[in-house]
């Protein structure tokens, strides 16, 4: 079945440590995104990537960083410097013809 | 830049009853519309979309949402609600095409009780 995965779906990690969060797709999709989704908050872009070697920032994007070396994966590392990184994080991806997002489960991260 | 409003957080409704979620939203360009499911712990599924056309939109699950140019909303609506719909609903909305990310409201809560 195509599909988003995003692993593990719960991380705990300590603070000051940085955190890489999995994103991988099989639809054949040209762009990908993260998006972290705090309570009440909705969704807040992060960084999305239109083509392999190739992304920018979005709405929130101090604190993270992200490579895009395969068309496949688009990982998300959460550094130290990011002030608040408890959060659900959301990756998702889409064509550019049909413009809606696939989304994957997520990934639930508490820093201790 | 885009911008959306979900004018309420929560909105309780009697199980087999009609609901009607708002949204609204601000763009100087035009827009494509979304409305977005998401169930406890889980990702967001796609109810419906708008990307042009018919201003009438009909999506899983029973769901339909009008596009209101004039009145820049995308109202969502549901003849009568079943308890298995209770979740959060986001409204999206992105700007012309391409792949940029959705501008998301910060959710409706809806709440269906027996």
């Known amino acids: 079945d195509g599909g988003i995965t995003q692993s593990p779906k719960y991380l705990f990690r300590k603070e000051g440590q940085n955190v890489t969060l999995s994103c991988e797709q099989n639809?054949?999709?040209?762009?990908m995104y993260w998006y972290r989704q705090d309570p009440g908050q909705g969704l807040r872009l992060i960084y999305y990537?239109?083509?392999?070697?190739?992304?920018q920032k979005g709405d929130i994007a101090e604190g993270y960083s992200v490579s895009r070396e395969k068309k496949e994966s688009f990982p998300l590392t959460v550094t130290s410097a990011q002030k608040n990184p408890t959060a659900f994080y959301l990756c998702?991806?889409?064509?550019?013809?049909?413009?809606?997002?696939?989304f994957g489960p997520g990934t639930r991260l508490t820093v201790l | 830049a885009q911008s959306v409003t979900q004018l309420d957080s929560q909105v309780p409704v009697f199980e087999e009853a009609p609901v009607e979620l708002r949204c609204n939203y601000s763009?100087?360009?035009?827009?494509?519309l979304f409305w977005y499911v998401q169930y406890p712990n889980q990702g967001l599924q796609l109810l419906l979309k708008?990307?042009?056309?018919?201003?009438l939109v009909k999506g899983i699950n029973g769901f339909e949402a009008e596009f209101n140019k004039s009145q820049t909303s995308f109202h969502l609506r549901k003849p009568s609600v079943h308890i298995s719909d209770t979740a959060e609903y986001f409204c999206a909305v992105r700007a012309g095409g391409g792949a940029d990310g959705l501008t998301f409201g910060k959710g409706t809560h809806l709440i269906i009780q027996p």
């Open positions: 998702a991806s889409s064509t550019r013809a049909y413009n809606e997002q696939f």
């Open positions: 763009s100087s360009v035009s827009v494509y």
């Open positions: 708008y990307l042009s056309g018919s201003t």
């Open positions: 990537s239109q083509i392999v070697n190739d992304f």
């Open positions: 639809l054949n999709h040209d762009a």
